[in-house]
């Protein structure tokens, strides 16, 4: 990593309050916007909290090994949470790759790292399961260096900027209890440079479902992309999968997908009268034109702004390297610091 350390900024040395990464390796979806691009929003806007939002592209490498995905995906992704209202002024939004301290604290990480603690990461156990149930030889086959040591290049994403309190899914809680770990080992080896960063799981918005009313995700391609036309998002709402039952005859909000999709959207009083409604008997193909147009209604203004930027990716990159600029400095200093710390330092 020959990066000249010559950037001179106005240091900002506050740490992150708030840090959370996006994967770039797919398209925004409902699912996304109201598990994590909403709660950040609100986040981002708050002028007493260091924010921290950034796309984790190098995190997509281990993902797929298409290059023009990836672009397409960080465009997609950058442009959609910009549109939804990020405070990208307030808070701080960049690509992780602008930032090289990263893959080098990544690097003093992982010789620190215990193996053991890697063989238990649950996404590289259950790559091996797989390929046991698959009778291969090699319980490791296809499986890369980059999906083993994920939890340390996230550990990196995080520890780079000493965040305090990190948003994720439920999926990702190992994920920030090997971070800990990890930073601990340095406090412990060399000096106490780091936060314990915790985890924030958000119990009320973290799951929504798919149109076949598993967990919307795009692994189960059951997803509605966020910025599709008026007339697609029409579309894949009345695609919901629901049960037979006849106009008049009374339903179950509770069992519903449409429902809990609305509710994932509307007020507390809204979703009220729709349960009302449920229990009426309201015929699906009213409940689902219903849902589209309360969907609809949030998302017409962002659409059209999103379509604008993707337009204009230029104006994209000239946000994310403000972004770039004001995360590196603090990361280009906190690094000498822990550069001094391990004894890689200047000699004279
Ligand atoms: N692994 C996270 C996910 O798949 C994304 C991510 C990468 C992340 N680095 C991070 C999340 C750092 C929080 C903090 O969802």
């Known amino acids: ?143 890369t260096m980059g999906l083993f040591s994920y939890p340390v290049l996230m550990a990196a994403d995080i520890l780079m900027f000493n965040a305090a309190k990190v948003p994720v899914g439920r999926d990702q809680v190992q994920h920030l209890e090997m971070t800990r770990d990890i930073a601990a080992r340095f406090n412990h080896v060399y000096k106490k440079l780091f936060i314990l960063p915790e985890v924030v799981v958000d119990e009320d918005s973290a799951v929504l479902s798919g149109l076949d009313g598993r967990k919307m995700s795009k692994s189960y391609n059951n997803y509605i992309p966020l910025f599709d036309t008026e007339k697609r998002l029409r579309k894949m709402v009345m695609k919901i999968k629901t049960n037979s039952l006849g106009p008049d005859e009374p339903k179950d909000p509770e069992t519903c997908t449409l429902f809990s999709i609305y509710n994932a959207f509307a007020t507390r009083e809204e979703t009220r009268a729709m349960e009302k409604k449920y229990r009426e008997g309201i015929a699906w193909g009213t409940a689902k034109q219903e849902l589209f147009e309360y969907i609809n209604a949030i998302l017409e203004g ?11 990716p230029g104006d994209i990159e000239a946000i994310l390297q403000q972004g770039a600029e004001k995360a590196r400095s603090f990361s280009v200093p906190f690094l000498d610091k822990i550069r001094k710390a391990i004894g890689i330092a200047s000699l004279g």
Not at 94 to 106: G, K, V
Request: aromatic letters at 10%; proline letters at 5%.
């Open 1 to 143: 990593m020959f990066v000249t350390r010559t950037f001179q900024k106005d240091i900002n040395m506050k740490n992150a309050d708030f840090l959370t990464g996006i994967t770039t390796s797919g398209t925004p979806h409902l699912g996304n916007y109201v598990g994590a691009i909403r709660p950040a929003v609100e986040t981002s806007k708050n002028k007493e909290l260091v924010s921290y939002y950034f796309l984790a592209d190098y995190h997509s490498l281990i993902k797929n090994h298409d290059p023009g995905l990836r672009r397409q995906s960080t465009l997609e992704i950058a442009a959609a949470w910009i549109a939804l209202g990020l405070d990208y002024k307030n808070c701080i939004f960049y690509r992780q790759s602008d930032i090289p301290e990263i893959p080098e604290l990544t690097w003093i990480l992982t010789s620190l790292s215990a193996k053991g603690l890697m063989n238990r990461a649950h996404a590289y156990k259950a790559a091996v399961a797989q390929n046991q149930a698959d009778e291969h030889k090699d319980p490791d086959k296809g499986i």
């Open 302 to 312: 962002p659409r059209k702004q999103y379509e604008e930027l993707i337009k204009n």
